[in-house]
């Protein structure tokens, strides 16, 4: 008990931040969901062969999660970006001004 104790005490500034900031969430579940999907995927398949793979996955991953919260279809975004039409916005623009979650 005491431990645990001394352990809050070390923290106490980290864990009391939320006072001052009302928009940092009590929990991590928004983080742990968007990464659900790539733990799944990783489970079922073992994981990538290669660095280029491994980024390729995540980069992908990290586009469709932005383009769902962005209310984007991500195929549409990806077909958009391919043919060179640039219809959609680009993401940082669309970010622009708005306050992610931490």
Known sequence: ???????????????LLVLERPDIPLH????????????????????????DGQLCRDTFVSLKKTCLKQGI???????????KRNLIPY???????KVCAV
């Open 1 to 15: 008990m005491n431990q645990a104790l001394k352990r809050l005490a070390r923290n106490k500034t980290e864990l």
């Open 91 to 97: 993401l940082p623009e669309l970010l622009k001004g």
């Open 73 to 83: 279809s991500f195929w549409d975004f990806i077909n958009d970006r391919i043919s």
């Open 28 to 51: 991590n579940n928004l983080s742990e969901n968007d990464i659900r999907e790539y733990v799944i995927k990783r489970k079922i398949s073992g994981s990538t062969r290669s660095k």
